[in-house]
């Protein structure tokens, strides 16, 4: 292909397909621990598409444990594990198990499907929990990924009277099943939360605050009473829309797409990218920083928590914006 087409067509294609990290980098000790975000992922996504927000996060003094869940939920995606028939040959023992995505049988309803899936999904963010537990108490963890980082180092700096779930779609509703099922998670937040798939048994039993951030168009009717629900028992749980924006506002694919998949595939909507995850990150921010009794500077952001500011509003917009 002649060169001096394959830059304009890849930028036409791709968007920005870069982070601000450094791989393996060093760990930061600081005078005080740190709090910790558990990170649960969407329905067809996996754990890496969420780069943008948990990085945001964690550049504001959180640990982020981003899940790959292994309800089937995943987008082909795999997990580390030891293999027991290789003891002699350390770096054989770890092998790679795949998991392929399933989607609802035929003739089951979606409902008795995604239901288990969901609770699954909760009680791996309770063992995510679990495993930082033992990380921070000095256990010895086996760090089954191909990485450098000492987990070691974590011991004694996370702070895990400060801890919060959070999720996107599929794994927002799972963050507020998972605030249900364990009581050291003391909020949470729910990223265009996919409502359906929870029981009618739980919402009275969501007694902790909830913070939900919508998109302007994924959201309906009834799912937003469905969150009403909770904040009718939490008082403190705040439910906000960001206008202008798509159900993968959320996700790295705003940003990785180029104006030609993006037209194809409705990746972003008319909201700047860029704003939609400050306001995201901001709001979340703020929220954590109540909730968790943060001595942070995050409450400048409070009136996020309201609805307002630029290309936000409470609760649900009763008709779609001109942004």
């Known amino acids: 292909m002649n060169r001096k087409w394959c830059a304009p067509l890849l930028s036409v294609t ?15 000790p600081c005078s005080h621990k740190y709090p910790l975000i558990i990170f649960s992922h969407g329905l067809g996504a996996f754990r890496t598409v969420y780069s943008a927000i948990c990085v945001e996060m964690a550049s504001r003094g959180f640990v982020v444990m981003a899940l790959e869940h292994r309800d089937h939920s995943a987008s082909a995606t795999y997990f580390c594990k030891l293999d027991p028939e290789t003891p002699d040959f350390p770096e054989a023992q770890i092998r790679e198990e795949w998991l392929s995505y399933q989607g609802v049988p035929k003739g089951q309803k979606e409902f008795r499907f995604r239901n288990p899936q969901l609770h699954q999904r ?33 011991k004694d700096n996370v702070d895990l009277s400060k801890v919060s779930v959070m999720g996107h779609s599929f794994g927002g509703t799972t963050a507020v099943l998972a605030l249900v099922k364990e009581a050291q998670f003391k909020c949470a937040v729910a990223l265009d939360a996919w409502m359906f798939p929870l029981e009618n048994s739980v919402y009275p039993k969501v007694t902790k605050p909830v913070l939900f ?9 009834e799912s937003v009473a469905k969150m009403k629900k909770i904040s009718a028992v939490s008082k403190e749980t705040k439910v906000i829309t960001i206008l202008g924006t798509v159900h993968q506002s959320q996700t790295d694919f705003t940003f990785l797409a180029g104006n030609l998949v ?42 996020l928590l309201e609805g307002v500011g630029d290309s936000v509003v409470p609760d649900s917009p009763l008709q779609k914006s001109s942004l």
């Open 213 to 221: 951030v919508n998109t302007e168009s994924f959201q309906t009717a």
């Open 262 to 303: 993006n037209r194809v595939f409705r990746t972003r909507g008319t909201t700047d990218p860029y704003q939609g995850l400050d306001i995201t990150s901001q709001a979340s921010l703020a929220f954590l920083q109540k909730h968790l009794q943060l001595k942070e500077d995050f409450d400048r952001w409070d009136s």
């Open 14 to 28: 791709f968007g920005s397909c870069k982070i601000p990290v450094s791989w393996d980098a060093p760990f930061k």
């Open 122 to 154: 909760a009680n791996e963010c309770i063992r995510g929990l679990k495993l930082i537990r033992s990380i921070d108490s000095g256990k010895d963890v086996v760090n089954l990924l191909r990485t450098d980082f000492d987990l070691s180092v974590l």
